[in-house]
T-cell receptor, first 113, second 113 residues
Framework: QKEVEQNSGPLSVPEGAIASLNCTYSDRGSQSFFWYRQYSGKSPELIMFIYSNGDKEDGRFTAQLNKASQYVSLLIRDSQPSDSATYLCAVTNYGGSQGNLIFGKGTKLSVKP | KAGVTQTPRYLIKTRGQQVTLSCSPISGHRSVSWYQQTPGQGLQFLFEYFSETQRNKGNFPGRFSGRQFSNSRSEMNVSTLELGDSALYLC????????????FGPGTRLTVT
């Protein structure tokens, strides 16, 4: 059973701080990794994807991947109250183009003003 | 560019009935995946269609089926509805090929009474 694990939270950080969200996965064949943000009552929104070991930065967001440790994380710098949402980690192990994302159950982030 | 659209947005059905949900992908996207989201199980993969062919299927009973049309629009059907089918049904589209990033529609909220 391929699994993606996330701490359900809630993770509470003060405004302006760095929020660190973590995800582990069980399938060593996983090749592509995604972070989605989901506001309450809304659908998931893709915010980051990473395919290679190391860091990938996009604005205030940095995704970090360590395939040896089967670990992927998302850092949010200068956290804002608008970042308060559930963050979903997803992985896929298809080298081709088959769309089968396996999702964690999400970490709820709360940014306090 | 318009995003993924799903219709209807909300549905209330009675146990034993069937339902058809529709999804129109982002223009140019050829892959459509369907997911079920519930509070207890999170986001779970139902199936994926690419060029009118089901390419991948999740672990759901045969009551759940789908299809894709030549214009990449997709439908999913659930027959003999059960109370446990109450969920948010999300479709996501991607280019296919070597692009794995999936973009979600707003979802259809199905309530079975």
């Amino acid at each position: 059973q391929k699994e993606v694990e996330q701490n359900s939270g809630p993770l509470s950080v003060p405004e302006g701080a760095i929020a660190s969200l973590n995800c582990t996965y069980s399938d060593r064949g996983s090749q592509s990794f995604f972070w989605y943000r989901q506001y309450s009552g809304k659908s998931p929104e893709l915010i980051m994807f990473i395919y290679s070991n190391g860091d990938k930065e996009d604005g205030r967001f940095t995704a970090q991947l360590n395939k040896a440790s089967q670990y992927v994380s998302l850092l949010i710098r200068d956290s804002q109250p608008s970042d308060s949402a559930t963050y979903l980690c997803a992985v896929t192990n298809y080298g081709g183009s088959q769309g089968n994302l396996i999702f964690g159950k999400g970490t709820k982030l709360s940014v306090k003003p | 560019k318009a995003g993924v659209t799903q219709t209807p947005r909300y549905l209330i059905k009675t146990r034993g009935q069937q339902v058809t949900l529709s999804c129109s992908p982002i223009s140019g996207h050829r892959s459509v995946s369907w997911y079920q989201q519930t509070p207890g199980q999170g986001l779970q993969f139902l199936f994926e269609y690419f060029s009118e062919t089901q390419r991948n299927k999740g672990n759901f009973p045969g009551r759940f089926s789908g299809r894709q049309f030549s214009n990449s629009r997709s439908e999913m059907n659930v027959s003999t509805l059960e109370l446990g089918d109450s969920a948010l049904y999300l479709c996501a589209s991607s280019l296919g090929g070597q692009a794995y990033e999936q973009y979600f529609g707003p979802g259809t909220r199905l309530t079975v009474t």
